[in-house]
């Protein structure tokens, strides 16, 4: 069992930035691919990002390109979701997922272990 924890969620006016991490206790997360997803309320969970465990490579829904970069961080202990120029309907509960396939994928059936979730908030 992967026990993941989300950190660094909060409260962000328009325009402003964002870093969330996402660590296992007491290993890497070198050999996961690493998803993060939100909700909204009243809203269905959607994939945001995600970092394959194969190469480290990334994908992107299409309502964060250009805006938010995904990365393997600190040794591979931690993944973090860099997020920039922030909008309202950025707004949902933040949560990271693991898998142990080499490819990532943004749909949320990819994925076993699942972090609490961290809140961001963008509000003026």
């Known amino acids: 069992q992967v026990q993941l924890v989300e950190s660094g969620g909060g409260l962000v006016q328009p325009g402003g930035s964002l870093r969330l991490s996402c660590a296992a206790s007491?290993?890497?997360?070198?050999?996961?691919?690493i998803g993060w997803f939100r909700q909204a309320p009243g809203k269905v969970r959607e994939g945001v990002s995600c970092?394959?465990?194969?190469?480290?490579?990334?994908n992107y829904s299409d309502f964060v390109k250009g805006r938010f970069t995904v990365f393997r961080d600190n040794g591979d202990k931690t993944v973090t979701l860099q997020m920039n120029n922030l909008r309202p309907e950025d707004t949902g509960v933040y949560f990271c997922?693991?898998?142990?396939?080499?490819?990532?994928?943004?749909?949320?059936?990819?994925?076993?272990?699942w972090g609490q979730g961290t809140q961001v908030t963008v509000s003026s």
């Open positions: 007491g290993r890497t997360l070198d050999y996961y691919s």
């Open positions: 970092v394959s465990a194969k190469d480290s490579t990334t």
């Open positions: 997922a693991s898998a142990t396939r080499r490819q990532c994928d943004l749909a949320d059936s990819a994925y076993m272990f």
